[in-house]
């Protein structure tokens, strides 16, 4: 037993001492997560305290677990990117039985050399307070002793965590003790106490006020995602070709997210060929090539946590058919009426309604509607959401305001079988740029990705720089 503890400290100064070396410099700062904590603290109601549980691991299959994904509230609050964690930040000062003073506790996850040598390096209690700047962190461990008065409190705003882990024992045990702490304080009792009444909606708003509102750090973040988002079209516009197959086009986008740092995507990439690009969320990406087809591609890099959402639809050729430019000309022109409502004090609703009435006025001159109530038939969803650390990020707010960054994402899919010509079945287009709100205005950060027919159709006859990639057929394809 001695020796195994020997063994695990040895294995423990090992791994302190190896440094991480080459990391990123442009994650958010310390001062940006106090400021946010500071933030939520001043719009809190009086006596409340708000407790925010991390995300946890989730099981793949057998051992394996998918990458871990942080929640974003606990990640814009603590910049803290591992499961097995809860925050509590309270409205006023909280004294201990030392006479300690404290406004925040953060349990975390605990360093333990074997897993860390399994599966990567955690930060501890340490970690915590040296790089994310939070004092009062605690090991998870000392969570089951932890003894809070729940009913002390006039409002305790919350998020019920969500599933716990089952796969990974040690993460397990700790999520079986925020299952039990969110069991013992009546998180998830039914009818709950007075002062837990509406806490998960109260705690949501919150969040979404100071969410929707992006500060100039955050900002500094998602010009890269988009970025690198549009490089990534950009690079595919040059190389696409009907014989490529949606996952490899999937592939090359994703390849450029990873070139320059992005970590994950922020939601499945959706590349859709021809008819495939009707269905909204696509993401199986199966078919083996995408043919003579537009290929609609909805891929947004997240970089540090913070999210793109970029579409641009292409023809696979190099050059839209008379049909598709027809189509894709009504998508772009709906984006355009949408854009020049924009600006703070102006609603979501005006800038929809613009893009509505652009997509009726040109299915109804095509004759592929009758009536403009039947737009809804081929426009099947809504304009815009925000965007940010999740893809569809939380808002609170009817109308614009400065610094707010929304998507713009009009469409048409025209099925097979559709009730309209058959020339025009199996054509979808949606065009989606990330649209920022300025003091008097709007910026679009994803301008950079061309955008208008003539402008995608020149960017595709040029030569990418990953052109000269000749990957052999491999033995066992060669023979189908
Ligand atoms: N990019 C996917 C969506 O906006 O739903
Ligand atoms: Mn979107």
């Known amino acids: 037993m001695k020796k195994i503890s020997f063994l695990c400290l040895l294995l423990l100064a090992t791994l302190s001492s ?115 700047g939070i004092p009062m962190a605690l090991n998870g461990s000392s969570f089951k002793d932890f003894a809070i008065d729940i009913s002390k409190f006039s409002q305790v705003l919350y998020e019920l965590p969500v599933d716990f882990p089952i796969s990974n024992t040690e993460s397990a045990r700790m999520g079986g003790l925020l299952a039990s702490f969110a069991k013992k304080t009546n998180l998830r009792a039914n009818p709950q106490p007075d002062n837990l009444k ?3 909606r109260q705690f949501s708003q919150l969040m979404a006020q100071l969410r929707e509102i992006k500060t100039s750090e955050e900002l500094v973040l998602l010009r890269k995602a988009i970025e690198i988002s549009c490089q ?28 320059y740092g992005a970590e994950q995507v922020g939601y499945g990439s959706i590349i859709g060929a021809g008819e495939n690009g009707c269905i909204l969320h696509y993401v199986d990406n199966t078919r083996t090539q995408v043919g003579n087809n537009l290929i609609l591609m909805d891929v947004g890099a997240e970089y540090h946590g913070y999210t793109a959402d970029v579409t641009r639809t292409i023809p696979a050729s190099g050059k839209f058919s008379e049909n598709e430019k027809l189509i894709y000309q009504i998508v772009y022109d709906a984006q355009e009426a949408a854009f020049k409502t924009m600006k ?78 058959e020339k025009w079945w199996g054509i979808a287009v949606r065009i989606e740029d990330d649209i920022l709100i300025t003091k008097t205005g709007y910026e679009n950060l994803s301008v950079m990705a061309p ?30």
Request: hydrophobic fraction near 35%; proline fraction near 5%; aromatic fraction near 8%.
């Open 18 to 132: 190896i440094a991480q070396k080459d990391l990123p410099k442009d994650y958010l700062s310390k001062a940006f997560h106090a400021g946010r904590r500071d933030a939520l603290r001043a719009i809190m109601p009086a006596n409340s305290v708000a407790i925010v549980f991390a995300n946890p691991l989730r099981n793949f299959s057998n051992d394996v677990d998918f990458q871990f994904h942080q929640n974003p509230n606990l990640y814009y609050l603590t910049g803290y990117n591992e499961p097995d964690a809860v925050l509590f930040v309270f409205k006023e000062a909280q004294t201990d039985a030392q006479g300690n003073s404290y406004k925040e506790l953060f349990f975390v996850q605990e360093r333990n050399a074997q897993a860390e040598s399994w599966t990567g390096r955690r930060l501890g209690i340490e970690g915590v307070q040296q790089q994310l």
């Open 198 to 200: 509406n806490g998960t």
């Open 232 to 259: 990534g079209q950009i690079e595919v516009m040059k190389l696409a070709k009907p014989e490529m197959s949606e996952m490899e086009i999937r592939g090359l986008h994703e390849y450029v997210h990873k070139k």
């Open 344 to 421: 703070p004090g102006s609603s979501g609703m005006a800038a929809s309604n613009a893009a509505s009435e652009v997509i009726a006025e040109g299915l109804l001159k095509l004759g592929i509607i009758k009536d403009k109530k039947d737009t809804r038939k081929y426009y099947t969803h809504g304009l815009s959401h925000h965007v940010g650390l999740d893809v569809h990020d939380p808002s609170s707010s009817r109308v614009y305001k400065e610094n707010m960054l929304v998507t713009i994402e009009p469409g048409i899919y025209i099925p097979p079988g559709a009730d309209c010509d």
């Open 451 to 480: 955008r208008t027919i003539a402008d995608i159709e020149k960017m595709m006859s040029t030569k990418s720089g990953l052109a000269e990639w000749k990957l052999p057929a491999l033995p066992s394809f060669k023979k189908n």
